[in-house]
T-cell receptor, first 112, second 115 residues
Framework: KQEVTQIPAALSVPEGENLVLNCSFT??????LQWFRQDPGKGLTSLLL?????REQTSGRLNASLDKSSGRSTLYIAASQPGDSATYLC???????????FGQGTTLQVKP | KAGVTQTPRYLIKTRGQQVTLSCSPI?????VSWYQQTPGQGLQFLFE???????NKGNFPGRFSGRQFSNSRSEMNVSTLELGDSALYLC??????????????FGSGTRLTVV
């Protein structure tokens, strides 16, 4: 069974800290890995997409890495801000037929 | 560029009724996927449609069905609603180009409450 695990489940940090969210997966044949952000009661906002042939992607203060051999991805958030408070989800696709396997998410709180 | 549009945003239904949810993908996107999100199970894949054909299906009972129209808009239907069907239903669209690997754009979801 394909599984995605995210650690930690919750995280509370003071504003300005750099932080790392972890995602591990059991399927070695992933097509891609995507990080999303979800605000309470809202849909998902795509943050970064890493293709299986890539090692990392960067967007502003966010950097995501992918290590297929170890089955891990990390999302690095630099200089965290209160507006970063949300749930962060990682998901991978194993085919091009629309099925994403999601982790349970990491709920981040950044305190002013 | 308009995003993925889901309607309605909120629904309250009674057990035993049926419900239809709608999803309009980003213009040009031909793949539409549906997910159910609950606090206990997280995000679970329902099904995916591409060019009006269901290409993949998750592990849900036959009460959950869907379809896609020629303009790529998709609907999902849940018949004989149960309390456990209360959830946020999300749809995602993608270019699903053959040579590349698609990323997905999600809509804001439909919050279904079954009473």
């Amino acid at each position: 069974k394909q599984e995605v695990t995210q650690i930690p489940a919750a995280l509370s940090v003071p504003e300005g800290e750099n932080l790392v969210l972890n995602c591990s997966f059991t399927d070695s044949a992933i097509y891609n890995l995507q990080w999303f952000r979800q605000d309470p009661g809202k849909g998902l906002t795509s943050l970064l997409l890493i293709q299986s042939s890539q090692r990392e992607q960067t967007s502003g203060r966010l950097n995501a890495s992918l290590d297929k051999s170890s089955g891990r991805s990390t999302l690095y958030i630099a200089a965290s801000q209160p507006g970063d408070s949300a749930t962060y989800l990682c998901a991978h696709g194993s085919s091009n037929t629309g099925k994403l396997i999601f982790g349970q998410g990491t709920t981040l709180q950044v305190k002013p | 560029k308009a995003g993925v549009t889901q309607t309605p945003r909120y629904l309250i239904k009674t057990r035993g009724q049926q419900v239809t949810l709608s999803c309009s993908p980003i213009s040009g996107h031909r793949s539409v996927s549906w997910y159910q999100q609950t606090p206990g199970q997280g995000l679970q894949f329902l099904f995916e449609y591409f060019s009006e054909t269901q290409r993949n299906k998750g592990n849900f009972p036959g009460r959950f069905s869907g379809r896609q129209f020629s303009n790529s808009r998709s609907e999902m239907n849940v018949s004989t609603l149960e309390l456990g069907d209360s959830a946020l239903y999300l749809c995602a669209s993608s270019l699903a180009v053959q040579s590349g690997v698609p990323g997905y754009t999600f809509g804001s979801g439909t919050r279904l409450t079954v009473v």
